[in-house]
């Protein structure tokens, strides 16, 4: 399988992803919400999981993406760049009363919305480069989750000795990205992403003690959590096919 090829499979394997995420457990027909750009550019439409009574819920010249309902499904939280760039909105299921939540000059991507329906979770590149955020439904009380992983404990120094290198400026950090929730609310899993690669990494909410759940120097992508939290769903190419 070829590079674009693998890609293509990877981005569907996320659409799956975000379509689960709109199929509420307990109904005999589920309403998705998905991203799709038939009419020219990004925009957020419903469904039900027969794919009859299509619906379109965003309707501008700028692009919306990543729709993730409410755990009551009364409402929708999104990303969008209709304010030049990309910020997090909220509106009803049925597409009225849009909502800003996000105001940054940098882009807020990828929203979760807690299952206990008390906070959302996203990614944003505030600082530079992309790093995990949290806010309550309604844009207050935002905060960065800082993680913080752990540094070998001091002893014995090795000196190695290696060419010098010029224009190094400054260390290239990993950015941490499309974070979504355990069921217990307590804890997370996200990205890792380097230049070479991506793996899954689990935390807790103060962002201490990251545990590794991957390792791969490949692309381990989009993760989502099985309602009880017993299996992770991922995209991959490791196997390069």
């Not at 995420?21 to 919400?33: D, H, R």
């Not at 409402?75 to 940054?104: C, E, H, K, Y």
């Not at 207050?140 to 190695?160: Q, S």
């Not at 962002?207 to 992770?232: H, Y």
């Amino acid at each position: 399988m070829n590079g674009i090829l693998r890609i293509a499979v990877a981005i569907g394997i996320c659409i799956i992803l975000y379509i689960l995420a709109g199929c509420g457990p307990g109904e005999e027909m589920g309403t998705i919400v998905f991203t799709s750009n038939r009419n020219g550019n990004a925009e957020i439409y419903s469904m039900r999981a027969d794919g009859k009574k299509q619906k379109r819920l965003t309707k501008n010249e700028c692009s919306d993406e990543a729709p993730w309902w409410s755990p009551d499904r009364s409402r929708l939280v999104f990303t969008s760049d209709r304010t030049g760039n990309w910020d997090i909105f909220v509106m009803n299921a049925d597409g009225t009363s849009p909502v800003q939540l996000t105001n940054s000059e940098k882009d807020d991507r990828f929203p979760c919305w807690s299952p206990d329906g008390k906070k959302i979770l996203f990614q944003s590149n505030q600082e530079g480069r992309y790093e995990l955020y949290i806010m309550n439904p309604d844009g207050t009380d935002l905060r960065r989750i800082k993680i913080r992983e752990e540094v070998p404990p001091p002893g014995k120094k090795k000196v190695l000795k290696a060419p010098i290198k010029k224009d190094i400026s400054k260390e290239i950090k990993p950015e941490y990205t499309h974070p979504v929730w355990f069921p217990n609310c307590s804890s997370l899993i996200y990205m890792k992403e380097s230049k070479t690669g991506a793996s899954l990494w689990k935390t807790g909410m103060d962002g201490k003690k990251p545990e590794q759940l991957t390792r791969t120097k490949k692309w381990d992508m989009c993760p989502s959590v099985a309602p009880d939290g017993s299996r992770i769903l991922f995209s991959s190419n490791e196997s390069d096919e």
